[in-house]
């Protein structure tokens, strides 16, 4: 398993931006499946994003056109650009990495998980 911690949570305001990172504790990371996932109260966990090793980037119906993932194989790291952001994206947002998986939008694909970081948005 890597190690992976979040950062870039907060509150906004609706219409505005936010940007999440991912640092992953690992020398394999070109290896790794990558993958967003949220969790809001009373909900549950659903799938965000996800970047394939080899690349394939995936995205839920609800931020499609909205957030975009990206990687740094160099820096080792995982971001998300969220834009538009809506009161309905506010939940914890969680980094996950599986070695060499296709983005299926499962979150029992996923070995490695950060603890997270709240992204509210108010309207």
């Known amino acids: 398993q890597v190690q992976l911690v979040e950062s870039g949570g907060g509150l906004v305001q609706a219409g505005g931006s936010l940007t999440l990172s991912c640092a992953a504790s690992?020398?394999?990371?070109?290896?790794?499946?990558l993958g967003w996932f949220r969790h809001a109260p009373g909900k549950e966990r659903k799938f965000v994003a996800g970047i394939s090793w080899n690349g394939y980037t995936k995205y839920s119906d609800s931020v499609t056109g909205r957030f975009t993932i990206s990687r740094d194989i160099a820096n080792k790291s995982l971001h998300l650009q969220m834009n538009s952001l809506q009161p309905e994206d506010t939940a914890v947002y969680y980094c996950?990495?599986?070695?060499?998986?296709?983005?299926?939008?499962?979150?029992?694909?996923?070995?490695?998980w950060g603890q997270g970081t709240q992204v509210t948005v108010s309207s």
């Open positions: 996950t990495a599986q070695q060499f998986i296709v983005i299926t939008g499962r979150p029992t694909d996923f070995r490695s």
């Open positions: 690992t020398d394999a990371f070109s290896r790794y499946s």
